[in-house]
T-cell receptor, first 119, second 113 residues
Framework: NAGVTQTPKFQVLKTGQSMTLQCAQD?????MSWYRQDPGMGLRLIHY???????DQGEVPNGYNVSRSTTEDFPLRLLSAAPSQTSVYFC??????????????????FGSGTRLTVV | AQSVTQLDSHVSVSEGTPVLLRCNYS??????LFWYVQHPNKGLQLLLK??????LVKGINGFEAEFKKSETSFHLTKPSAHMSDAAEYFC???????????FGTGTRLTIIP
């Protein structure tokens, strides 16, 4: 059982370049999300999705796009990379069915992260 | 609204002595609380979670945490530190019905041999 898989693990971009960070899970989780981790700031939510075709913004969405065409995949797109987007990116997922009350007992599974440097 | 405050950015303890990592939270609705651990250059691993059941929660690797509603605290403890416990620890809150996780800024735990 692979859990949450993120690719690539490392990436260096030039300012202005675009790229897509991949996130895939094989646990049939409805909820998927992207976080960025910066020193001294914990993790901050970028975008999230509660199911295929449904996405919403988190705390720091500017400069990032997402889509959710399948349950398994939740790619994060950087449209025009900036040095401020240098960070470690984590994808997380969890189940939110069969009910909100039961889903409260389920934890989140995190991927191993993508370390992105924008120069 | 929800927020988390980890009261210490860095904690150092000697191997074999108790560990205490402090966390205070605020939440508009019944919260779920989590502690995650991150070893250097690794992802996040769930240590334990509180979801309105027993207030004393036992996790992996001998860690436990107590939910105290009156003090809005969820401190993480371990009776005896091991060298392998050296890592960064994050306290996380989620309000009932809200999928958004709010992370604390982390506490770096150093174990002195």
């Amino acid at each position: 059982n692979a859990g949450v898989t993120q690719t690539p693990k490392f990436q260096v971009l030039k300012t202005g370049q675009s790229m897509t960070l991949q996130c895939a899970q094989d646990m049939n989780h409805e909820y998927m999300s992207w976080y960025r981790q910066d020193p001294g700031m914990g993790l901050r939510l970028i975008h999230y999705s509660v199911g295929a075709g449904i996405t919403d913004q988190g705390e720091v969405p500017n400069g990032y796009n997402v889509s959710r065409s399948t349950t398994e995949d939740f790619p994060l797109r950087l449209l025009s990379a900036a040095p401020s987007q240098t960070s470690v990116y984590f994808c997380a997922s969890r189940t939110i069915t069969p009910s909100i009350l039961q889903a409260a007992n389920y934890g989140y599974t995190f991927g191993s992260g993508t370390r992105l440097t924008v120069v | 609204a929800q927020s988390v405050t980890q009261l210490d950015s860095h904690v150092s303890v000697s191997e074999g002595t108790p560990v205490l990592l402090r966390c205070n939270y605020s939440s508009s609705y019944s919260p779920s609380l989590f502690w995650y651990v991150q070893h250097p250059n690794k992802g996040l691993q769930l240590l334990l979670k509180y979801t309105s059941a027993a207030t004393l929660v036992k996790g992996i690797n001998g860690f436990e945490a107590e939910f105290k509603k009156s003090e809005t605290s969820f401190h993480l403890t371990k009776p005896s530190a091991h060298m392998s416990d050296a890592a960064e620890y994050f306290c996380v809150v989620r309000s009932f019905g809200n999928e958004k996780l709010t992370f604390g800024t982390g506490t770096r735990l150093t174990i002195i041999p």
